[in-house]
């Protein structure tokens, strides 16, 4: 109930011995009240607000630079770089990433159990999963993207404006920052 006075939790009053809710900590207080345990359910819903974002956001990051860089090289060069950058992405698309944050989760665990001996406080610890978890995210999750860019850029590169730049002798790394990577950035924003 928003802004009560009492938890859900029954506790037996040792006084009269009946059955009654226990008083709230800070009574009116919780904005959209509390759980069974106590706990506001507004701080709970920003805090998980909070780690959806950071989540999302850092794993973006971390993933939109390698997959333009990896899917436009592999686009534009073609041949053996192709060959490479595709047998990377497909072998990253091929692991199941739920047993890959698994596994990462367990071995993190182990890690940040045993530093806890060491005065390192919980938030601190759980901000720190959270970004290895963000790591692992970002390093498997650009092979999708990247498969969309390399297919984008194989076809700008065929096109006569590039054809075009390339017969009059511009560098390929220029051709790749002013005509392919402007036309396959709506790709990457959607």
């Known amino acids: ?9 029954k506790l037996s009053d040792p006084a009269t011995g009946k059955w009654q809710y226990k008083k709230l900590k800070a009574p009116h207080a919780h904005f959209l009240g509390t759980d069974k345990g106590g706990t506001d359910v507004f701080y709970r819903l920003i805090k998980g607000i909070r780690t959806a974002l950071i ?3 850092i794993t973006t990051m971390l993933a939109v630079p390698f997959s333009i860089i990896f899917g436009v090289t592999a686009g534009y060069f073609g ?3 192709d060959d490479i950058i595709q047998f990377i992405y497909i072998t990253l698309g091929s692991i199941p990433s739920i047993l890959l944050i698994s596994a990462m989760m367990i071995i993190v665990r182990n890690k940040f159990q045993v530093s806890a001996a060491s005065g390192i406080s919980t938030y601190f610890q759980d901000d720190k ?4 978890l963000c790591g692992c995210l970002g390093i498997i999750s650009w092979s999708s993207l990247c498969r969309l860019l390399r297919g984008e ?3 700008i590169r065929e096109l006569d404006y590039v054809k075009a730049a390339k017969a009059i002798g511009v560098n390929d790394i220029i051709i790749i920052a002013k005509h ?6 709506h790709v990457v924003i959607i």
Request: charged fraction near 20%; proline fraction near 7%; avoid cysteine.
């Open 1 to 9: 109930a928003p802004l009560s006075e009492r938890s859900y939790e």
């Open 55 to 57: 989540v999302g956001l």
């Open 79 to 81: 041949g053996k770089i």
């Open 129 to 132: 999963i959270v970004l290895f």
């Open 153 to 155: 850029t194989l076809k």
């Open 180 to 185: 392919i990577v402007p036309n396959v950035i």
